[in-house]
């Protein structure tokens, strides 16, 4: 499941498996557990939420890289490659974790709109 709560406490994202395909997606639910929401529905493999510091926006891993999606499900985008994603304190970064043209680890960093990769390899 991986839960995470928004930043104010009032909600959860988490990923799960609908019963009827093979496809962990992602979902909100209320912290008194009403109002579940399937954020996706596409069989992306969504996993690893993480919300932005205001709350208006997750990030986790798809099935190509980096989606980025509106708390509301909508606005769903591809961001780049890489897994395990996580928003700065401040919202104006993504860290995740990265490969360079070798196929090495690196921890690398980004602009919520995908842009200004940087990276420092492990």
Do not use: C
Request: charged fraction near 25%; aromatic fraction near 10%.
């Amino acid at each position: 499941m991986l839960p995470a709560w928004s930043p104010d406490g009032k909600k959860i994202a988490f990923q799960s498996t609908p019963i009827s395909v093979d496809a962990w997606e992602i979902y909100t639910i209320n912290a008194d557990g009403t109002g579940e929401k399937a954020l996706t529905n596409n069989q992306m493999y969504g996993s690893l939420p993480d919300w932005s510091p205001d709350g208006q926006r997750i990030v986790f891993n798809g099935f190509t890289g980096i989606h980025v999606i509106n708390a509301d499900g909508k606005g769903l985008r591809p961001l780049q490659g890489g897994t395990d994603p996580a928003w700065s304190p401040d919202g104006k970064k993504i860290a995740f974790r990265g490969a360079d043209e070798r196929g090495d680890d690196e921890i690398a960093t980004m602009n919520p709109d995908g842009s200004g990769r940087t990276a420092r390899f492990l």
